[in-house]
């Protein structure tokens, strides 16, 4: 039994989303016993699979070719299942990007199984059964899942579920295999990658970040949180209702139908913590919450709270921010 961690990379550089599944994997590989190898698929990946073999990892694929170098579904599909036919693994885990959601279900589909997608969180007892859980109606519910057919089984793991700081060094690098992949005939030509619409801020670099829900009240009062961000050096961002009210760009929102960020400090000022929004902003390094209401959600993820009044916090606050700063 073992588990393989399919690790998405795109000219040269992995996509931030693999370390997450890595990490994923690596607790369920610690939990179950397993052992956990990894792959990266492409042409001359060598570099970027030598790079992931410090982590705790009992092997690494490379695989390899030039008709890999710009992803097709069929090409990935082919020559994924050439190397999961030889190395029958018991689970693979992908991160649930864009590129995955293409191609994984067809690649499950080749061995007669299901791909659980976008997954949460991972409860598993030594030697027992995986559950996967996911979420419906966007988030309001949280729906366990087992598999039940022949394996390997396929699992994609969702943004921000778990965080790449987490990663498991290793004492000893993991050996590195160079696998001479063979696509086969591919009837579909490479495109331009999938992106979403263009945006003028990016708050997935961010370090820190600001964020501002429905507790301000009023558009105008908005300017109190950003002088605070502004203070912080840190990017402004909101909840969802605060930007379809048109009060931020959409670009600054975050959450499942936003943008998923992992800065080192995330503040979340007058936000309940929908699990909506959680979804976009859980991976944060050092999460802070600032409600009145101490019964909110936010604080069960926050490392630090202040139950209080935003009004009389953040401007006390953004004070004693610029006294630092001066001193």
Known sequence: MSILVVLEQANGQFHRMSFEALVAAQGMANTLELPLSAVVVG???EPLASKVAVYELEHVYALENPALAQYTPDGYTAALESLIRRVQPDYVLFPHTYQVRDFAPRLATRFGSALISDVVEIRCSKGGTPVFVRQLFQG???????????????????????????????????????????????????????QESARALDLTAAELIVSVGRGIREQENIALVQELADALGAELAASRPICDNGWLPMERQVGSSGQTVSPKVYMAVGISGAI????????????????????????????????????????????????????
């Open 140 to 194: 309001k519910l949280n729906a366990d899942a087992e598999f039940t057919g022949p394996k390997p089984w396929f699992v994609s793991i969702q943004a921000g579920s778990y965080r790449a700081d987490q990663l498991n060094p290793s004492a000893d690098a993991a050996p590195v295999e160079i696998v001479n992949a063979n696509p086969g005939d591919l009837w579909s030509k490479p495109d331009q990658p999938f």
């Open 43 to 45: 042409s001359g990946v």
């Open 276 to 327: 909506q929004h959680l979804v976009g902003m859980k991976a944060a390094k050092t999460i802070v919450a600032i409600n009145k209401d101490p019964e909110a959600p936010i604080f069960e993820v926050a490392d630090y709270g202040i139950v209080g009044d935003l009004f009389e916090v953040i401007p006390a606050l953004t004070e004693e921010v610029k006294k630092v700063k001066s001193a």
